[in-house]
Nanobody
Framework: QVQLVESGGGLVQPGGSLRLSCAVS????????MGWYRHGPGKQRDLVAT???????NYVDSVKDRFTISRDNVKKTVYLQMNSLKPDDTAVYYC????????WGQGTQVTVSS
């Protein structure tokens, strides 16, 4: 059974940075496009960034030039470097394949507040 374990979230001031990690067990990730998603208060869960198995990346407009997605297929880990964080980035962040094929992990809470 595939398990997704997200980590690295926390409380950060506006303009700060965080690096999220998503460790995958029970499957390889090399064949999949992986994505980071977020579920903000009062919002639906939305896709934020994707990375193909060839390393091609894509971002929603609201995080372009601030977030960077990367992957390590050997470690079966996906990362999200988040810079210049804004209060609107406050959410629980999840990783999964894109499109979604696995059960969701517990996510990691990111709170951006002064």
């Amino acid at each position: 059974q595939v398990q997704l374990v997200e980590s690295g979230g926390g409380l950060v001031q506006p303009g700060g940075s965080l690096r999220l990690s998503c460790a995958v067990s029970g499957s390889v990730i090399v064949f999949y496009t992986m994505g980071w998603y977020r579920h903000g208060p009062g919002k639906q869960r939305d896709l934020v960034a994707t990375i193909t198995n060839g390393g091609q990346v894509n971002y929603v407009d609201s995080v372009k030039d601030r977030f960077t997605i990367s992957r390590d297929n050997v470690k079966k880990t996906v990362y999200l470097q988040m810079n210049s964080l804004k209060p609107d980035d406050t959410a629980v962040y999840y990783c999964n394949t894109n499109p979604v094929t696995w059960y969701w992990g517990q996510g990691t809470q990111v709170t951006v507040s002064s």
